[in-house]
């Protein structure tokens, strides 16, 4: 079974670029989250994805979106890049049930510049 | 807000030493407590826990959860160069969705443990 498919793997911007990150899940998963990994605030809930729906959503700024496809494949963008979004993004997958674990992704790393 | 603390941050063994990780937890609606190895990717998953006093086993880890004193330990018996990494400690929660219904797609990580074993 195959596992969870972040692309791409490594990116650079700059300041007030925006950025789309793509994720696949584990074949039948119906959730998706992501998170921001930075070694100052270690890893941080962006938000869930269930049946193409936000169902969750994290603190942080609305220049951080997500949607979610009928394939359960999910997107997250970023607009108006700053320096501090620099971080390891990844997404994990699950039933979305709560009772099987998160499966992650090995992340996208995203360099601003 | 929810927390999860880790302890200790960091870990020097040698080969062959036990090692015990401590995880303590305030969250609302608690839901379940995992337990990742993160090497240089992704986070890899190793325990799930929704149930106090019962002990997980697989191979030389083994996790327990004390769901009245909000705590969990992961230990390691018999540690290998190979166990080197940093060991997340996560908990799930169950919460009222952004578009109702019920979310369980959130975790909440503690730090990290960074865990370096010495030949």
């Known amino acids: 079974k195959a596992g969870v498919t972040q692309t791409p793997r490594y990116l650079i911007k700059t300041r007030g670029q925006q950025v789309t990150l793509s994720c696949s899940p584990i074949?039948?998963?119906?959730?998706v989250s992501w998170y921001q990994q930075t070694p100052g605030q270690g890893l941080q809930f962006l938000f869930e994805?269930?049946?193409?729906?936000?169902?969750n959503k994290g603190n942080f700024p609305g220049r951080f979106s997500g949607r979610q496809f009928s394939n359960s494949r999910s997107e997250m963008n970023v607009s108006t890049l700053e320096l501090g979004d620099s971080a390891l993004y990844l997404c994990?997958?699950?039933?979305?049930?709560?009772?099987?674990?998160?499966?992650f992704g090995d992340g996208t790393r995203l360099s601003i510049l | 807000e929810d927390k999860v603390v880790q302890s200790p941050l960091s870990l020097v063994v040698h080969e062959g030493d036990t090692v015990t990780l401590n995880c303590s937890y305030e969250?609302?609606?608690?839901?379940?407590l995992l337990w990742y190895k993160q090497e240089k990717k992704a986070p890899t998953f190793l325990f799930m826990l929704?149930?106090?006093?019962i002990e997980k086993k697989s191979g030389r880890l083994s996790s327990i959860l004390d769901k009245k004193e909000l705590f969990s330990i992961l230990n390691i018996t018999a540690t290998q160069t190979g166990d080197s990494a940093v060991y997340l400690c996560?908990?799930?929660?169950?919460?009222?969705?952004?578009?109702?219904?019920?979310?369980?797609?959130?975790?909440?990580f503690g730090q990290g443990t960074i865990l370096t074993v010495h030949p």
């Open positions: 969250v609302t609606n608690f839901r379940s």
């Open positions: 996560a908990v799930a929660t169950r919460d009222s969705g952004s578009s109702g219904g019920t979310s369980y797609g959130k975790l909440t």
């Open positions: 994805y269930f049946s193409e729906t936000q169902r």
């Open positions: 994990a997958s699950s039933s979305g049930r709560g009772d099987q674990p998160q499966h």
């Open positions: 074949s039948g998963h119906r959730s």
């Open positions: 929704t149930s106090s006093g």
